[in-house]
């Protein structure tokens, strides 16, 4: 989807991307902003400086459910 510009639709997700913001990734993980910079300050969620820039590896994203998916799968065993 394009804008009236030519330009993509910021809501448009590029798998060509290796460096996404945190709103970005915000929005591929269906979480808010805000939960989003809480999962990177608990080290839950692997970040990067590029500069002043924080930006999430395109690839912590599924590093990070992948975790959550063997989270709960352990978790189920035990209970």
């Known amino acids: 989807m394009t804008t009236a510009a030519g ?3 910021p809501t448009t ?3 060509t991307l290796l460096l996404l913001t945190v709103e970005e990734a915000a929005r591929r993980l269906r979480i808010g902003r ?3 910079f809480g999962l990177i300050a608990s080290g839950e969620l ?3 400086k590029v500069g002043s820039l ?3 590896p395109a ?3 599924a590093a990070y459910v992948g975790r959550l998916r ?3 799968a352990s978790s189920m065993r035990c209970a």
């Open 46 to 48: 692997e970040s990067v």
């Open 13 to 15: 997700a590029d798998p």
């Open 34 to 36: 805000t939960t989003c």
């Open 7 to 9: 330009t993509l639709a």
């Open 70 to 72: 063997g989270g709960s």
């Open 59 to 61: 690839d912590a994203l």
């Open 54 to 56: 924080r930006r999430i």
